[in-house]
C-alpha cells in the first residue's frame, strides 16, 4: 500500500526548476518509494539505479563518468551519499543541461553530510528536500495539507480535515511511530520494525560513518539519549553513565543529526536574553523509535510512563516541523527558557514574530499553563534601546482537549490530534 506524501507537491515545483532534485532524509523513511512512484506516474521513461548495490556503487566511485554514460538521465539515483565522487560529474551534467529541469533525481539519509556536498558541488544545480516519517496528516488525514496558522477560521478549517483522537488513541498514534513499512502494514508489529531498522542502521549508517564504533554501546548511547528526548541536552550525563569520554558522544550525537534519527531544538536568544539558557532540546524525528528505545511496549504502558509528557512534546513539534517541510514554508523553529526556567516549549517564527506554542497532557487547558508568553512578550517589548526585531503573535496550547478553545484573547487551546 502507498501512502500520498505531502512532500510530493513541492518535489514536482523542484523539478521544473532544477536539473537536479536531492531528497533527503532518514533511512526507510519512505524516499525511494515516492521516488519510485513519481516515476511510474509520469508518462517519461525513467531509470533507476541505487547505490546499495555494490557494483553500481564501485563503478559510480572508480568512474563517475562511465557510470553517467551507462545509467543515463532521466534517472534516479539511490543513496548517494556512498559515491561523493559523482557529484563532480552531476555538476557538468548540469552546466551542460541547464535546460533539462528535473532529469536526475538524487535520494540519501546521511542529511547534513549530502546537504553539504551538494551546497558546494553544485549551487545552483540542484534544489534539495528533506523528507521526514509520515505525519499525522499523511496517515489519517483527508484533503491537501494546510499550513500552520495560529487564527481560529484556519484552524477549524484544518481541524475539519483530520482525524479525532481521544488520549488512549493519541498515544497508541505516538506508539507506532511513522515509518512506512510499519503503518502500511508491511511489518505489522511495532517491535519487530524498530528492532530491525535499528539494527540496519547499526551496521549501516553509524559503521559508514565510524567504523571503529563498537556496536552495543552506540546502542546503549541511543537509548540513553532517548531518555533526554524534549529535555535539554546534557551529554556529560550520557557520557558518564556509559563511562565514555565526552567527546565521543558528541561525535556520536552527530552521526544521529546527519542521519536524521534526531533534530537539536536550538533555544531563542537575541541581544535582549541576556539570561536565556544556551542548551539545545532533543527531538527524535520519529517519535515512536523515542518510545521503542525507551522499552515501553504498548501504548498504554507509554502513556502512564515517566516521560509520557516529553514524548508528547516530541510528537507535535515533530508534527510542526513536518508540516513546514513538506509545504516547503519559510519558518524558523526555537524554544525559550531563562535563568529562572520560565519556558515556552515551542516558537515558529515567521516574518520576524514570533508564535508561542506550549504542549501539555492535560485535558484541561488554562491559561496558567501559558504564563511564559507574558513573559517573553514583556522582554521583546520592554527594551528602550536596541529594540527586538521579533514581535510576540498569537500562540496555541497544545493539550489533549478534544476541540478548539479560546484561552486568551491571543491564544488558543487546540487538540493534539490536529498537527
Known amino acids: ?188 508489529s511495532v517491535e519487530h520494525y524498530y528492532a530491525s531498522f535499528v539494527q540496519t542502521y547499526l551496521e549501516r549508517d553509524v559503521r559508514d560513518l565510524d567504523s571503529g564504533a563498537d556496536v552495543l554501546q552506540f546502542m546503549g548511547f541511543l537509548r540513553a539519549i532517548a531518555a533526554q528526548t524534549g529535555q535539554l541536552l546534557n551529554l556529560q550525563a550520557v557520557a558518564t553513565e556509559l563511562g565514555i569520554a565526552r567527546a565521543k558522544t558528541h561525535y556520536w550525537l552527530s552521526i544521529l543529526e546527519q542521519s536524521d534519527v534526531i533534530f537539536l531544538l536550538q533555544p531563542y536568544s537575541n541581544n535582549l536574553m541576556k539570561r536565556a539558557v544556551k542548551t539545545p532540546k532533543i527531538y527524535f524525528s520519529d517519535p515512536g523509535m523515542a518510545a521503542w528505545l525507551g522499552r515501553w511496549t504498548s501504548a498504554a504502558s507509554l502513556e502512564a510512563g515517566a516521560l509520557s509528557g516529553h514524548i508528547l512534546e516530541n510528537y507535535v513539534i515533530a508534527q510542526v516541523r513536518m508540516t513546514l517541510q513538506n509545504l516547503g514554508a519559510n519558518a524558523n523553529l526555537w524554544f525559550y527558557r531563562d535563568k529562572e526556567k520560565k519556558e515556552v516549549d515551542l516558537l515558529v517564527e515567521q516574518d520576524r514574530v514570533l508564535h508561542p506554542i506550549e504542549i501539555k497532557k492535560t485535558a484541561r487547558p488554562h491559561a496558567a499553563s501559558i504564563s511564559a508568553f507574558a513573559t517573553l512578550g514583556n522582554k521583546l517589548s520592554g527594551a528602550t534601546e536596541n529594540k527586538a526585531l521579533e514581535s510576540l503573535g498569537e500562540g496555541l496550547l497544545v493539550s489533549l482537549y478534544p476541540e478548539l478553545t479560546a484561552l486568551t484573547d491571543k491564544c488558543l487551546a487546540y487538540p493534539a490530534w490536529g498537527l
Open 1 to 188: 500500500m502507498y501512502i500520498e506524501r505531502d512532500i510530493q507537491n513541492e518535489f514536482l515545483i523542484y523539478t521544473q526548476e532544477f536539473p537536479l532534485v536531492l531528497l533527503t532524509g532518514m533511512r526507510q523513511c519512505g524516499k525511494s518509494t515516492m521516488l519510485k512512484h513519481l516515476a511510474k506516474r509520469s508518462k517519461q521513461e525513467r531509470a533507476y539505479v541505487t547505490l546499495d548495490d555494490l557494483e553500481a556503487r564501485q563503478l559510480a566511485k572508480s568512474d563517475p563518468a562511465l557510470f553517467l554514460q551507462i545509467h543515463k538521465p532521466p534517472l534516479i539515483i539511490d543513496e548517494v551519499q556512498y559515491a561523493p565522487e559523482l557529484f563532480s560529474v552531476l555538476k557538468m551534467y548540469a552546466d551542460e543541461n541547464s535546460k533539462a529541469l528535473g532529469s536526475i533525481w538524487l535520494s540519501g539519509s546521511q542529511t547534513f553530510s549530502l546537504m553539504k556536498l551538494a551546497g558546494e558541488s553544485l549551487a545552483g544545480r540542484v534544489g534539495i528536500l528533506h523528507m521526514s516519517p509520515l505525519s499525522q496528516h499523511e496517515i489519517y488525514g483527508q484533503g491537501p495539507l494546510r499550513p500552520l496558522s495560529f487564527t481560529a477560521p484556519a484552524l477549524k478549517k484544518r481541524l475539519s480535515k483530520e482525524k479525532p483522537a481521544d488520549a488512549s488513541s493519541l498515544f497508541e498514534r505516538i506508539f507506532n511511530g511513522g515509518m512506512p513499512a510499519h503503518i502500511s502494514g508491511r511489518v505489522k
